[in-house]
């Protein structure tokens, strides 16, 4: 089979989709259900249309794009990921997964491949957790992770349901529905690109991915005493943000103290109340994010974390409460389908690396009902999550072909 990835057509859609943005472009921002994500998913979908491809969405706004396989009952293979994109972000997270995904089945149609089993274009709803706390919404549900009832209590940032929200955004239907049925994947593979500077720093062309790193995370929430920056004494102050900012440190105390390089925590979010330059900062809000491949380990630290919290608390007078967020385990990949990238890059001579994903994925919940593998290509110097994240319409191409190849392996 001859295949030939229409590169340009590939780029130009990339860069279509990254002016769809509540930012000004180059910035992309695209928080989940708001209109620059209702017009991305509709242009998107249009595209998969286009391409004969069969589109149905659940009551989350997951999407599914089938191109129908000559036996439509056998397990079908999965691919995709999501357009959703976080504040300030570049235009080829998630993206990248899910055009070159269309690009990898519109090269097997062109190069006259029948596929047996169906082949699955997915866009996840909400990877990103910014609007509801919690990342991979889409696929948390999909794959039973995250109950219906768990969901449905579900509050954005602004107080409103997940309930109002995705039906306002035209999204109906019973939530319980989402979770698919045992079996309805038999093999799933995503492309990203790697958000880190390893392959780039090798020089190496693909990375094909063994092990995907999982977050706990949490709301951080702590309570001293407000007052005058001028009339408290500093005896008398109860303080919650020096209570907060000795927090950070500590966090960042423990996911050192493992000594692993898959230990990583991280503040991202530090809100002040009253926020006033002459007030003492009464209440804050912390976010913490803590990941590891390893389980235990990362669990260690979020315990270690806990008794930073207790300490503080006592010697300080600030109340510290953490509520939960979600502690997920870490997936393996599987090895039909790291077995198939393999196969494909040898075949083709391009040099690949066996990586840990640090970064979590869709995939990772993908991988608790279906053998899953992910495939990463470079970025510049490891950027993501930032408007200068770049990816090179080489490696691009050079990733599509790959996935294309494995779909074509995986679907028979
Ligand atoms: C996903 O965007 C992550 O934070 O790993
Ligand atoms: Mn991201
Ligand atoms: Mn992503």
Redesign the pocket.
Known sequence: MNLTIDRERLVSEIEALGKISEAEPPVVTRIVFTQADLRARARVTAKCKEAGLEVRQDAVGNTFARWKGSDATAPTVGTGSHIDAIPNAGKY?GVVGVLCGLEAIRTLQKAGFHPKRSIELLIFTS??PTRFGV?CLGSRMLSGVLSPEAAAKLRDVNGESLEEVRRSAGFEGDLRSVKLAAGHYHAFVELHIEQGPLLEREKIQLGIVERIAAPASANIILEGAGGHAGGVLMPDRRDALCAAAKLILEVEKAARSTGAADTVATVGICEVFPGAVNSIPSRVRLSLDVRDTDLARRDGVMSEIARSCEAISQERGVSIKAELLNADAPADCAPKVVQALTDSCRKHKLSYLPMVSR??HDSLFVSRIAPTGMLFIPCLHGYSHRPDEYASPDDIARGTLVLAETLAKLAG
């Open positions: 997270d990877e990103e990342g970064a979590y």
